[in-house]
């Protein structure tokens, strides 16, 4: 009994015929081709095989792998089969099953790869993306070099719309969570100090970390989902449709045409960005303060103003000017860099949103030590 099928064979001088009855369904288990294997190999040598299938019932795939197993097998061994007599639906899908040779290596195992192989691929992959970055930053500077000096080819009508793409569009997106991230933080600081009587300092928590970290960080994640999936899909589309190679074509150099414009769009924009998450981060640690704690608006403001310093303040803007390059970085390479197919254009914009979002992360505690260390 297999797969709820019977298997039996019949040996007639140098053919074998296997005779299937019943049921065969793959829910009920996979059907092994053993009992057919035990008859080639006893009795003398086999050069015909056949089957019947008068007493077959129901089936599905099980019978099909079944047969195709059997057929692999008498193909190693130089045995002849003769598949007349199964089913016409099940000759059809074995002729499809058969039309396109198996890919070599298909069936191997990705752990049966040697540890030191997977080692190896790895670090020649880290390796390849760690020069692709070098190649693109250099080129980036090249082309900041010959904005400052007057020779970079681009449109400013371009950059104006950059601009207005990356600064006054995101402001509603932009209000909307650092609004919220700003009233969560009074909410959570406010549980803890009412325990001490010490409500009034919920102006200072929020104003400092909105200044410090959270303004700048928040705006730069937003605009890494927002703007920088943006910029790869767009020079990714431009890639499949060849328009980047005809850039390249007629003499104009698509680093200062193309990236130039975004990345000086979203250096310039994201500080701005960052700024009015502060003051909008404020206004909602207010509301919670002012609502739950009964603090007053002019104590809030009155403390925020003495939390606040202009090196908090010169510390946000700067982290977002740092931002504002590596998002705009990172949505251009991978747009710059995607394969010319429409599935290639969505991993260039989920690529570039995961590599910004990395680099901020990892440029912020950067920032935190050398600040720590500096005393800053």
Same mark, same amino acid.
């Given at each position: ?24 369904? $793959? ?8 009992? *057919? ?7 003398? =040598? ?56 198996? =890919? ?14 997977? *080692? ?40 104006? %719309? ?25 909410? #959570? ?12 300092? *919920? ?5 400092? @970390? ?5 303004? @700048?960080?928040?705006?730069?994640? %937003? ?20 328009? %980047? ?11 200062? /045409? $193309? ?5 000086? @769009? ?50 946000? #803007?700067? =982290?977002?000017?740092? /931002? ?28 570039? *949103? ?12 950067? /920032? ?9």
């Amino acid at each position: 009994m297999a797969g709820g099928g019977e298997i039996s064979v019949a040996r007639s001088g140098d053919a074998l015929c296997v005779v299937l009855a019943g049921d065969w369904r $793959l829910a009920r288990g996979l059907p092994s081709p053993a009992v *057919v294997e035990r008859g080639l190999e006893s009795g003398g =040598k086999v050069r015909r095989l056949s089957f019947d299938a008068a007493r077959l019932g129901r089936w599905d795939s099980a019978l099909v792998t079944f047969v195709a197993q059997v057929a692999e097998g008498c193909a190693r061994r130089g045995v002849a089969v003769d598949r007349s007599a199964l089913p016409a639906g099940l000759q059809r899908l074995l002729a499809l099953a058969e039309a396109v040779p198996e =890919k070599q290596g298909a069936r191997a195992m990705a752990a049966r790869v040697p540890l030191l192989v997977r *080692v190896g691929k790895a670090a020649l992959t880290t390796w390849e993306e760690a020069r692709g970055w070098i190649a693109f930053l250099g080129e980036a500077t090249l082309a900041l070099g010959r904005f400052a000096t007057g020779r970079a080819r681009y449109r400013r009508v371009d950059l104006a %719309i950059e601009l207005q793409d990356a600064g006054a569009s995101a402001l509603p997106i932009v209000t909307l969570i650092s609004f919220l991230v700003g009233m969560i933080m009074a909410f #959570v600081g406010a549980v803890q100090l009412q325990q001490f009587g010490a409500s009034i300092y *919920v102006a200072n928590m929020v104003a400092i @970390a909105m200044t410090r970290e959270m303004g @700048a960080m928040m705006t730069a994640i %937003i605009m890494a989902g927002r703007t920088g999936s943006s910029y790869a899909a767009q020079l990714g589309t431009m890639n499949v449709s060849q328009e %980047i190679d005809a850039l390249t074509t007629m003499g104009i150099p698509p680093m200062d /045409f $193309l990236v130039l414009p975004r990345m000086l @769009a979203l250096s310039l924009m994201l500080p701005l960005l960052s700024v009015y998450a502060d003051f909008v981060g404020i206004v909602g640690g207010a509301v919670v303060a002012t609502g739950m704690l009964d603090v007053s608006l002019t104590q809030y403001w009155q403390q925020t103003k003495v939390a606040i310093t202009a090196t908090d303040f010169a510390t946000g #803007v700067g =982290k977002g000017a740092v /931002f504002g390059v590596l998002v705009a970085v990172a949505g251009c390479l991978q747009g710059m860099r995607a394969g010319r197919s429409a599935a290639a254009v969505g991993a260039a914009a989920t690529a570039a *949103v995961v590599s910004a979002i990395v680099l901020i992360i990892v440029a912020d505690g950067v /920032f935190a030590v050398v600040f720590h260390v500096l005393g800053i």
